[in-house]
């Protein structure tokens, strides 16, 4: 999967893809790792993204996942991070978690939603998109990864 971030004219968008999802696991547990990236929507500047990385577990035989996103370019005393319970549909490879945490300072500070798809076949890839949880999120972000045990190709020119 990948992700993205276009600005054009006092607009910005966010996108995360991957292939269809094939061969879908209906039982056993999968780690995912992979790169992330936020931005703050006042901010506007995708020059000033949070970047860093998140780690995934899922059990397919339950529907059940979890998911930790870390930001590396964020102070480390401040200790920013989300992350929470998400559920998902074993038949489309959608999954979704609208009570994840905004954690700063040793505190949640807010909840974010994620929604996001399994990609490639048995669900080897994960994309997302975030929220806060506000009526107006002002906060988005993204990821995209693979299964630990399923690297992405290496692309050659």
């Known amino acids: 999967g990948i992700f993205a971030g276009m600005e054009a004219e006092n607009s910005l968008m966010i996108i995360a893809a991957g292939t269809e999802v094939s061969a879908m696991p209906t039982t056993g547990k999968y780690d995912y790792e992979g790169a992330n990236f936020a931005i703050e929507l006042s901010d506007g500047d995708l020059a ?91 906060f988005i972000g993204a990821i995209a990864g693979h299964q630990q045990d399923s690297p992405p190709p290496v692309l050659l020119d």
């Open 48 to 138: 000033d993204a949070d970047i860093g990385s998140f780690n995934a577990a899922v059990n397919f035989g339950t529907g059940e996942g979890s998911i930790d996103i870390g930001f590396d370019n964020i102070p480390l005393n401040n200790g920013f991070s989300i992350d929470g319970a998400f559920t998902v549909d074993t038949a489309t490879g959608i999954f979704v978690g609208d009570e994840l945490e905004m954690n700063a300072y040793g505190q949640t500070f807010d909840t974010a939603t994620i929604h996001g798809n399994f990609h490639g076949v048995g669900a080897s890839g994960m994309t997302g998109i975030y929220t806060n949880n506000i009526a107006e999120p002002d």
